[in-house]
Nanobody
Framework: QVQLVESGGGLVQAGGSLRLSCVASKRTLSSYSMGWFRQAPGKEREFVAA????????AYADFVKGRFTISRDNARNTVYLQMNSLKPEDTAVYYC?????????????????WGPGTQVTVSS
């Protein structure tokens, strides 16, 4: 069992930045690929970014390319999502998730463990 806890969300003006963190309880986090997803009110959960288990591969949704960066520090059991040039449409609850496959999958159903989420609100 892997427990994940996100932090770093909050209220920011358009054009600003936030860095989300996701800390895992399991010391073998390096065995999992990690993903970030988001869900806005009334919308389905959507893929944001993913990173492979050793960090060699990353994947991004088209709407965040060039603005968001996913990274990981396996020694700290932590995954990050650096979000720059935030837009009001980025407002959502952001979730991190762990995938035993080791790849950078985009389908939320492929992930095995989820955190409770952190709210990101971008004002115009």
């Amino acid at each position: 069992q892997v427990q994940l806890v996100e932090s770093g969300g909050g209220l920011v003006q358009a054009g600003g930045s936030l860095r989300l963190s996701c800390v895992a309880s399991k010391r073998t986090l390096s065995s999992y690929s990690m993903g970030w997803f988001r869900q806005a009110p009334g919308k389905e959960r959507e893929f944001v970014a993913a990173i492979s288990w050793i960090g060699g591969s990353t994947a991004y949704a088209d709407f965040v390319k060039g603005r968001f960066t996913i990274s990981r520090d396996n020694a700290r059991n932590t995954v990050y999502l650096q979000m720059n040039s935030l837009k009001p449409e980025d407002t959502a609850v952001y979730y991190c998730a762990a995938d035993r496959s080791g790849g950078t999958r985009r389908y939320h159903g492929s992930y095995d463990y989820w955190g409770p989420g952190t709210q990101v609100t971008v004002s115009s």
